[in-house]
């Protein structure tokens, strides 16, 4: 029997009424279910529409490529990276890295799949994420030396191939078939057919409102046990369905009264209510956390000019957006450190403002000194996204208290995660500041974090162009041990806050939900995963 709140009996009739037509137009109306399958549905944190990983880095594109794609390594839950597509060595001098295919891995439409296919899948990747990049500078080829051996040789010994290559969060180095790796990074790829373990329903996809993925019965699933990124991908259901609902309560709702069985990120409101559902089982899924964060673009006024910058992180504060999105201290911390709290390279250098929200009268000061004009901040607020919605919101309010003119233009996320990608003026459709979250895996360290990388053109979104910094993450990866990386760490910290890079807004945890007829939800810092997930009737 589904537990949920007593209602009156009209309230109840309304309710019905309106889960009744949200499920509908959601494409999961009463008995929709394809026959006979065991099937989950699922409500993520976003609607889905951008559908290549490497595009954009955006988690849902993320959580979608690890559906359909699989990764030559993976990393487990002690960081350690292992196996997954592929084994390795490595040669006595370390300049050689030889990875060999296992055996039964074929494309979703029956190819084998081949170590030429698994190079462009990583030239491709390379060209968008910032330790590929560096990996690719650091190499002097990568050939097939047969259809199954894939030879990586180093100008120099590196000490970050094995990390690049199995890094579990975005982007991540999916592999795909070389038609489609041979798409240029910059557009998207026009099929989606991986050699993981689901298979994308390319039909029943109504991008924003539904995407259906079915169990890959050819897919043959490592023998050791899952853990993280790595391990057996054991599909133990025949179909996943993610449902789109806007609104959380109506997602909430069907959740309590069994129409949906998990929810990425419910309301953090509603914690106790759904903990205190003997239906439902609720856990933190990433134990590390997020990093919220905002970017500026540092192509077009104001934020071309590093005074404005300064101004603008001046104003910002961390608690200010942390309660306003998540509310309880519970699950948030208050976190100067770009790397992240609890990390090896924790350091609070250069963040007292951003942590004590006491640089309010310094941003007004600088605002003047820099002689602003008035040009309007175009801030990107999505409204749909759950764990998205307050910090554009507060950060409007922050600015505009310093004496900025903010224009806050809301549309849905996905529409952010395109436009983020314009490098046209904000009057043109383009934009000066969006805000995203980003899991600890992929800021916490200076070559594997999105948003340090500082190349110009070949950075990500926001486009910074700081040739310390980079001199800095070359030095990181050359650094002989921990000691010296925390130095270099820190140093490339005050030089993020110096320039504003980017500015760390805080760190938050967030719980999933689901009923309590689904197991095996499995832990990670690229969560929700769906193998080894099972759903009882």
């Not at 990390?163 to 099929?191: C, D, H, W």
């Amino acid at each position: 029997m589904s537990h949920s709140p007593r209602r009156s009996s009209s309230a109840l009739v309304s309710w019905l009424v309106a889960s009744v037509m949200a499920l509908s137009s959601a494409g999961l109306a009463p008995g929709a279910l394809a026959a006979g399958k065991k099937t989950i549905t699922a409500v993520m944190h976003s609607d889905l529409r951008v559908i290549d990983p490497v595009f954009t880095p955006a988690y849902i594109t993320r959580d979608h490529g690890y559906m359909v794609y699989d990764t030559l390594l993976g990393t487990d839950a002690n960081f350690q990276v292992q196996p997954q597509m592929a084994e390795w060595k490595v040669s006595d001098d370390k300049l050689t890295y030889t990875f060999t295919l296992r055996d039964g891995l074929k494309w979703h439409d029956g190819p084998p799949v081949t170590a030429e296919d698994c190079i462009a899948s990583l030239k491709r990747w390379s060209v968008n994420d910032s330790m590929g990049q560096k990996l690719m500078e650091a190499t002097a080829s990568l050939e097939a030396t047969d259809a199954k051996t894939i030879t990586l040789k180093l100008k120099q010994p590196y000490g970050l191939v094995l990390e690049s290559i199995g890094k579990p969060s975005s982007y991540v180095p999916f592999m795909m078939p070389k038609r489609l790796a041979e798409t240029p990074a910059n557009q998207q790829i026009t099929e989606q057919v991986g050699s993981g373990p689901f298979k994308f329903v390319k039909s029943e996809f109504q991008p924003g409102v539904k995407a259906i993925y079915e169990k890959n019965t050819d897919y043959v699933p490592r023998k050791e046990p899952p853990s993280w990124t790595a391990g057996g991908k054991v599909v133990k259901v025949d179909r996943v369905e993610w449902i789109s609902m806007p609104d959380a309560q109506t997602a909430v709702n069907a959740l309590q009264a069994g129409d949906i069985d998990f929810m990425e990120f419910p309301p953090m409101d509603l914690e106790p209510v759904l903990a205190a559902n003997p239906d439902l089982t609720m856990n933190v899924l990433n134990k590390f956390g997020y990093q919220t964060l905002g970017r500026m673009n540092f192509l077009f006024p104001p934020f071309d000019n590093v005074k404005l910058r300064r101004a603008a992180f001046l104003a910002l504060n961390q608690k200010d957006v942390l309660d306003a999105l998540v509310g309880t201290p519970k699950f948030y911390r208050v976190c100067g450190a770009v790397f992240g709290c609890g990390t090896p390279l924790e350091t609070d250098v250069g963040s007292e403002t951003l942590v004590k929200g006491n640089g309010v009268e310094q941003a007004k000061k600088l605002l003047a000194e820099a002689g602003y004009d008035g040009t309007p901040v175009v801030i990107l607020a999505p409204g749909d996204a759950i764990t998205l919605k307050a910090q554009p919101v507060v950060a409007a309010q922050l600015l505009r208290a310093a004496g900025f003119k903010v224009d806050l233009q809301t549309t849905d996320w996905q529409t952010v995660v395109t436009r983020r990608a314009s490098q046209k003026p904000p009057k043109e459709g383009g934009w000066n500041m969006f805000f995203t979250n980003s899991v600890i895996a992929d800021s916490g360290n200076p070559i594997g974090s999105t948003f340090v990388s500082a190349r110009g053109q070949k950075s990500p979104f926001g486009w910074p162009n700081d040739p310390k910094i980079e001199e800095l993450r070359d030095a990181f990866a050359r650094a002989p041990g921990l000691a010296e990386q925390k130095k270099i760490a820190a140093d490339i910290q005050q030089e993020i806050y110096d320039q504003v890079i980017y500015v760390p807004l805080g760190q938050w945890f967030a719980p999933s939900a689901w009923r309590k007829s689904i197991t095996g939800m499995l832990e990670g810092q690229a969560v929700p995963v769906f193998w080894n997930v099972d759903k009882s009737e």
